[in-house]
């Protein structure tokens, strides 16, 4: 009689553990974070940067806090500088929804820039990519190429060649 009660007491603590796992492995699933990548779908590989108004940029620090363009770009490369004033009119028309916009110079002096960057008229900021080691990590192979990152930093366009207002309005909208 005993032996029954020992087998029917085990037999329940079974049944509750099993119970038990269920129930709180359904609460406490957790999200699993896209792995570092360079391609759409996956999570922004950080990057700090020097910006032309004297401070530092980093892409990590921009997380949950907007949508963020990072176009990357060369003053003597004729796209870029034909696309600029796209990317100054969608700017002034998202600024203040919760969008930065990062141009990622390739490889110029800071003051070649910034003389160019004054004469456009680019009021949203402008970071110096001396070494290019940030657009060699994220496989840019041709300029312009732009990237439209979520707020959560995972990477959900990749447009390569010049772009306009209404292709940055198209991949940008969707993740506000």
């Known amino acids: 009689m005993r032996t029954k009660r020992v087998l029917l007491l085990i037999a329940l603590l079974l049944i509750a553990g099993v119970i038990g796992y269920t129930v709180t492995g359904r609460l406490s699933h957790t999200v699993v974070e896209p ?29 949950g806090k907007a949508v963020v363009v990072v176009n990357f770009w060369a003053t003597w490369c004729p796209p870029c500088r034909a696309e ?20 990622v110079n390739l490889r110029e002096p800071e003051d070649h820039v910034r003389g160019f960057v004054e004469k456009a008229n ?8 001396l070494s290019g080691d940030v657009a060699n990590n994220y496989k ?14 995972v990477i959900r366009a990749r447009i390569v060649g010049m772009t306009s207002r209404e292709k940055l309005e198209g991949a940008v909208k969707p993740l506000l």
Do not use: W
């Open 84 to 103: 600029i004033p796209e990317f100054v009119d969608f700017y002034n028309g998202y600024e203040d929804r919760s969008v930065v916009v990062l141009a």
């Open 35 to 63: 792995a570092p990548s360079v391609e759409e779908g996956g999570l922004a590989l950080n990057f700090i940067l020097k910006a032309l108004d004297g401070g530092e940029v980093s892409l990590e620090g921009l997380r």
């Open 140 to 153: 840019v192979q041709a300029i312009p190429t732009t990237l439209v990152i979520d707020r959560s930093g």
């Open 122 to 129: 680019m009021n949203f900021p402008v970071l110096l990519d």
